[in-house]
């Protein structure tokens, strides 16, 4: 399983560089995202229709597309829970020598505790810290 942090779940949907290497990681593989994702995707995409990037209608598409990823079943949702927030927590002492900010330690703590074997990411930061965990990485960047 490759879980997919929400900087190369974002690719998927809007058009930006590596766009078409995510959607073929997608064509091959189900990818494990978060709820934690879903929230982070909404507010990515909010944040660039108030900076007129996208408009309305493009925003109520990108999350009908990803509802239908999900139901086709090409995105599987994990859930966040306290044991999420403590793995975080101790993740940030574990990695203590890199710039893991709380949101990508939540992420990580996901992927470790679904036994994702990838990470998938458009952050290099992030994507160090996963390598730093053992996780096959895929960049996105």
């Known amino acids: 399983m490759i879980y997919a942090d929400t900087s190369a779940l974002v690719k998927r949907y809007l058009e930006e560089p590596f766009s078409s290497e995510v959607d073929a990681l997608l064509e091959n593989h189900t990818l ?17 229709r108030r900076n007129r990037e996208i408009d309305a209608l493009r925003e109520n598409r990108v999350n009908a597309e990803l509802a239908a990823d999900v139901q086709a079943g090409g995105l599987r949702v994990g859930e966040i829970d306290a044991a999420h927030f403590t793995a975080a927590y101790h993740l940030i ?43 096959t990485i895929y960049r996105f960047y």
Not at 32 to 48: D, G, H
Not at 94 to 117: C, G, I, S, V
């Open 32 to 48: 494990l995202i978060s709820r934690l994702s879903i929230v982070e995707l909404r507010c990515a995409l909010a944040r660039r």
């Open 93 to 135: 002492g574990r990695l203590a020598e890199l710039p893991l900010r709380t949101l990508d330690a939540l992420h990580l703590a996901a992927a470790e505790q679904a036994d994702a074997a990838g990470f998938a990411t458009a952050d290099k930061a992030q994507a160090d810290a996963a390598a730093a965990l053992g996780f």
